[in-house]
Nanobody
């Protein structure tokens, strides 16, 4: 059974940090790109950051560059999103998703189409 399980969300003050984890199981981790998305109330889901371990690629949307870092521990089949200098506008439910060997251009476009599997999400709330 394929599973993506997010953890690490919570309530933090502006300027604080959180590290989200996405634990994957049931598929060959190396064949997939992993993306982090977020959805705030009343807004569309947006892509935040992506990683392709097999190709050594990472990508960030402009709003999180310099503040968020994506990384992967292949031995644990887990992708992390280190979030520093958090802002109230980062408040959202954060999801991780897995896409099988996607064209990197489609990944950085930030669309949900390439993704085959999704986690259940973890809430991040940043207070001002």
């Amino acid at each position: 059974e394929v599973q993506l399980v997010e953890s690490g969300g919570g309530l933090v003050q502006a300027g604080g940090s959180l590290r989200l984890s996405c634990a994957a199981s049931g598929f060959n981790f190396d064949d997939y790109a992993i993306g982090w998305f977020r959805q705030a109330p009343g807004k569309e889901r947006e892509g935040v950051s992506y990683i392709s371990n097999s190709r050594g690629y990472t990508h960030y949307v402009d709003s999180v560059k310099g503040r968020f870092t994506i990384s992967s521990d292949n031995a644990k089949n887990t992708v992390y999103l280190q979030m520093n200098s958090l802002k109230p506008e980062d408040t959202a439910v954060y999801y991780c998703a897995a896409a099988w060997r996607p064209a990197w251009s489609t990944v950085v476009a930030g669309l949900p189409d390439p993704y085959d599997y999704w986690g259940q999400g973890t809430q991040v709330t940043v207070s001002s």
